[in-house]
T-cell receptor, first 114, second 117 residues
């Protein structure tokens, strides 16, 4: 049983396209996140979502939008993809904002924009 | 805002030896959580160990232990009896208790650990 699952694992697309990455967790956690890992392996938070409260990192372009149909899902939609969006995107979940017991990550989605 | 610094971009150790990865952080908070995550070539982020700042006792998980020095804002990871499977990127991370979800986890830039057979 995969705790946090992301699909697809790999995504290659052309500039200007719109794409979505799906994330589901079966841990019963109440908080979910999206992180971006750049080419230098640096991880940075993009969004936090808890009980319908969304917190957006101020550096994230508004072309990126999270969508949560329910507590177990947090999808990432990206409009008008740019070359600089190429990265690995990780979904994660935790119980509570502070992640007392740690954060559980999905296996990542490698997005390549050509 | 909190920052996490890992000053060793790469470390190399012989199999079965002990290695210590360093991590320092900057915060004005008195209570928080610290983590070490491992990222092998498979890309999966795996929680190695966590430490609660209000606990003075250093956390230990089998061959992994931390040296938590709160006053010095230092949180190093010691891996004993290194194994080939320990080869990975290791990330130190900070989680605020009072800051809510806005910051999530703040990561260091990572240390690439190489295990020499």
């Amino acid at each position: 049983d995969t705790a946090v699952s992301q699909t697809p694992k790999y995504l290659v697309t052309q500039m200007g396209n719109d794409k979505s990455i799906k994330c589901e967790q079966n841990l019963g956690h109440d908080t979910m996140y999206w992180y971006k890992q750049d080419s230098k392996k640096f991880l940075k938070i993009m969004f936090s979502y808890n009980n319908k409260e969304l917190i957006i990192n101020e550096t994230v372009p508004n072309r990126f939008s999270p969508k949560s149909p329910d507590k177990a899902h947090l999808n990432l939609h990206i409009n008008s993809l740019e070359l600089g969006d190429s990265a690995v995107y990780f979904c994660a979940s935790s119980q509570g904002w502070q992640g007392i017991n740690g954060y559980t990550f999905g296996s990542g989605t490698r997005l390549t924009v050509v | 805002a909190q920052t996490v610094t890992q000053s060793q971009p790469e470390m190399s150790v012989q199999e079965a030896e002990t290695v210590t990865l360093s991590c320092t952080y900057d915060t004005s908070e008195s209570d928080y959580y610290l983590f070490w995550y491992k990222q092998p070539p498979s890309r999966q982020m795996i929680l190695v160990i966590r430490q609660e700042a209000y606990k003075q006792q250093n956390a230990t998980e089998n061959r992994f232990s931390v040296n938590f020095q709160k006053a010095a804002k230092s949180f190093s990871l010691k891996i004993s009896d290194s194994q080939l499977g320990d080869a990975a990127m290791y990330f130190c991370a900070y989680s605020s208790i009072s800051g809510g979800g806005a910051d999530g986890l703040t990561f260091g830039k990572g240390t690439h650990l190489i295990i020499q057979p």
